[in-house]
């Protein structure tokens, strides 16, 4: 049996998240916080140091998802899912329960492990849970709910890093006549959608304006900022922080 696998056309996501962006902005009185606690403010080598666990931890499950060894693999995911940290182990639940392997099939507990492994961070889950949201799959359908999590798993790598990158394009001229004026209306346009999604607690917003500080892009270079950004995207459950953070303070060592 094929593990359900909600997929759309980069196209088709753009055209999708216009409405639900509008539907976001229309009542975001009260933001829906996560509510996942796992490693707020964390400092980043306890971070890696535990997803390095977490990892070593999960390879004997891997092993038996390969052979095929869904229902011995079950229980030992539910173990390694009660730490809030380790969204493989809660993804790969939903999936399961999505499509029935080593468990009978139940869209509402599959819902259940997809929230928290998106909760935790894992983008995929956020675009499952928004999904899930959007057309009643496992749980009561919700637009604003969706909105949110598009916002959270889809509007920065679909959204605001497509206008970054057209800004670097038109500013490079290689692959269309170079226009500065075009280069920097992408790329002021990028930033100011980043940090309103900063504002809206996108913790991939967060890190890239963490990025954009310090390279320079579009602001000027400034390592405090970068390092305020860097650690908000990791209260904010966004793992990539924790590398970069790591990166800062090796430098300042």
């Known amino acids: 049996m094929t593990i359900r696998n909600f997929r759309f056309s980069a196209i088709g996501i753009m055209l999708m998240l216009i409405p639900f962006t509008q539907a976001f902005a229309q009542d975001n009185t009260s933001l829906i916080a996560m509510s996942n606690p796992a490693n707020p403010g964390a400092v980043a080598d306890a971070y890696l140091s535990h997803a390095r666990a977490i990892r070593k931890a999960d390879a004997p499950i891997v092993h038996l998802l390969n052979h095929s060894a869904y229902t011995q693999a079950v229980p030992l995911l539910k173990k390694a899912a009660a730490d809030k940290d380790d969204f ?3 993804d790969t639940l939903g999936h399961l329960y999505q499509a029935g392997l080593g468990v009978s099939a139940n869209s509402q507990t599959a819902f259940h492990w997809y929230l928290q492994a998106a909760e935790a961070g894992d983008r995929f889950a956020q675009r499952q849970v928004a999904n899930a949201y959007l057309n009643g799959w496992g749980v009561t359908r919700n637009p604003q709910r969706a909105a949110f999590w598009f ?6 790598p679909q959204v605001a890093n497509a206008d970054f990158w057209l800004g670097k394009t038109y500013a490079a001229g290689k692959l269309m006549p170079k226009n500065p004026t075009k280069a920097a209306w ?5 930033l100011a959608l980043l940090k309103q ?7 991939a917003a967060a890190y890239d304006l963490g990025i954009a500080y310090w390279h320079g892009y579009g602001v000027k270079k400034d390592a405090h900022q ?4 860097f650690r908000r995207a990791l209260a904010e459950h966004y793992p990539p922080a924790a590398a970069a953070l790591q990166h800062l303070e090796e430098k300042n060592t």
Request: charge should be negative.
């Open 88 to 90: 493989w182990a809660a």
């Open 151 to 156: 916002r959270q798993g889809l509007m920065v």
């Open 186 to 190: 992408y790329e002021g346009r990028s």
């Open 197 to 203: 999604l900063d504002a809206e607690h996108v913790g």
């Open 226 to 229: 970068a390092e305020q950004y």
